[in-house]
T-cell receptor
Framework: EAQVTQNPRYLITVTGKKLTVTCSQN?????MSWYRQDPGLGLRQIYY???????DKGDVPEGYKVSRKEKRNFPLILESPSPNQTSLYFC????????????FGPGTRLTVL | TQLLEQSPQFLSIQEGENLTVYCNSS?????LQWYRQEPGEGPVLLVT?????EVKKLKRLTFQFGDARKDSSLHITAAQPGDTGLYLC?????????????FGAGTQVVVTP
C-alpha cells in the first residue's frame, strides 16, 4: 500500500528544545515537501527536496531545517522551536512536477509552549 | 495575502442540498487541483483540471476550470454527510523544471443529516 508516514502524530514541547519530525514514503518518489497548515492561511510550503541531497527553501523556511540522505526519508528539524511554530505539519510526496498528485502524510500536530 | 482565494470560508448545509465552492486568483495556472481533507488526516486529491474551460465530473462532484485558467469551482449535487470536510484548491505554476503548487486557505463544508 502506498504510504507516507509521519512521526510523531502529536507533540507538545517547550521553547528551545530541539525536535525532529520524521517522514517516510514507500512510493519511490523523488520529490518531497513539508507544509504547515494554519487556520485562514492554508498549506504553506516550508522546504522541499527534489532528490537525495537536493533541498531548497519553500515559502516559510525560517526556523526549520531538513535533510535528505535517503530517498524515502525527509525529516523536518526544529533546532530551537518557538511558540509561533505551533501548527499542523504535513509531509507530502509527488511523482514529479507541481501539477502531479501530491500524497500527504497524516499530519503532526505540534504545540510549542 | 493568499495567491488563491477560496469562498466561502465556511458552508453548512442540509443533506440533499447543492453547494458551490469557488477558488479565485489573479494569476494564471498551468493546472489546478482540488483536495478534500478530513479531520486528523492529510488532504487527498479529488481532481486535476488542466485546460481552460474544462469540466470534470466525479459522481456528484463537478469541477470547472475557468476559461482564463485563473479560477475554478467545485459544485456538489445532493450533498451527503460523507461530503463533510475541508476542500482545498491548489494551483500549479512553472518557473523552473519542477514548478510550484500554491494552496488556498480552504472551505470548510459541513453537511448535516
Amino acid at each position: 500500500e502506498a504510504q507516507v508516514t509521519q512521526n510523531p502524530r502529536y507533540l507538545i514541547t517547550v521553547t528551545g528544545k530541539k525536535l525532529t519530525v520524521t517522514c517516510s514514503q514507500n512510493m519511490n518518489h523523488e520529490y518531497m515537501s513539508w507544509y504547515r497548515q494554519d487556520p485562514g492561511l492554508g498549506l504553506r510550503q516550508i522546504y522541499y527536496s527534489m532528490n537525495v541531497e537536493v533541498t531548497d527553501k519553500g515559502d516559510v523556511p525560517e526556523g526549520y531545517k531538513v535533510s535528505r540522505k535517503e530517498k524515502r526519508n525527509f525529516p523536518l528539524i526544529l533546532e530551537s522551536p518557538s511558540p509561533n511554530q505551533t501548527s499542523l505539519y504535513f509531509c507530502a510526496t509527488q511523482t514529479g512536477l507541481a501539477g502531479d498528485t501530491q500524497y500527504f502524510g497524516p499530519g503532526t500536530r505540534l504545540t510549542v509552549l | 495575502t493568499q495567491l488563491l482565494e477560496q469562498s466561502p470560508q465556511f458552508l453548512s448545509i442540509q443533506e440533499g442540498e447543492n453547494l458551490t465552492v469557488y477558488c479565485n486568483s489573479s494569476s494564471v495556472f498551468s493546472s489546478l487541483q482540488w483536495y478534500r481533507q478530513e479531520p486528523g488526516e492529510g488532504p487527498v486529491l479529488l481532481v486535476t483540471v488542466v485546460t481552460g474551460g474544462e469540466v470534470k465530473k466525479l459522481k456528484r462532484l463537478t469541477f470547472q476550470f475557468g476559461d482564463a485558467r485563473k479560477d475554478s469551482s467545485l459544485h456538489i449535487t445532493a450533498a451527503q454527510p460523507g461530503d463533510t470536510g475541508l476542500y482545498l484548491c491548489a494551483g500549479a505554476t512553472y518557473t523552473d523544471s519542477w514548478g510550484k503548487l500554491q494552496f488556498g486557505a480552504g472551505t470548510q463544508v459541513v453537511v448535516t443529516p
